[in-house]
């Protein structure tokens, strides 16, 4: 198996990307603690995310909603698992290899025209956004 160790550019540009998610995520659940509820997305569908949920994570449609205002989905699963066991996990169901930088793992499905935007992929990271007991964030993207 290759390792491949991404240059300095690809990393700060991933963290940058992370960054935007966890932003997002984080803006949608102010907005929706301040009274602006966004419209909740229902829970999608294995074809439409391009891999199974993760087993036993909860989705959250209100944030996935307010995320997926533009021109992609973002749809938001929590669990208590670590990230490198969700990664794994991923790993092993869609046969591909993440990029792995400082514990996030970023998935790309379908490649767009940026390597650093898919036009769907799946975000693994250790959560910082949400309160309580979640471990891991999950995000699903997919270009609209």
């Known amino acids: 198996m290759t390792n491949h160790t991404p240059s300095k550019i690809t990393r700060h540009c991933l963290a940058a990307v992370l960054a935007v998610f966890l932003a997002l995520g984080l803006a949608s659940n102010l ?11 229902p829970q999608p569908t294995e074809a439409q995310m391009g891999a199974p949920a993760y087993p036993g994570a909860t989705y959250h449609g209100e944030i996935s909603g307010g995320m997926s205002q533009n021109e992609a989905y973002y749809w938001v699963f929590t669990t208590t ?15 591909l290899v993440p990029m792995e930088i400082d514990g996030n793992y ?3 499905i379908k490649k767009g025209d940026s390597p650093y935007f898919p036009d769907q992929g799946i975000v693994v990271e250790p959560n910082k956004t949400f309160t309580g007991a979640p471990k891991t964030a999950i995000t699903f993207t997919k270009k609209k």
């Open 31 to 41: 907005s929706a603690q301040k009274g602006a509820r966004p419209e909740s997305l």
């Open 81 to 95: 698992d670590s990230a490198a066991k969700v990664a794994a996990f991923y790993k092993q169901k869609t046969g």
């Open 106 to 108: 970023q998935f790309t």
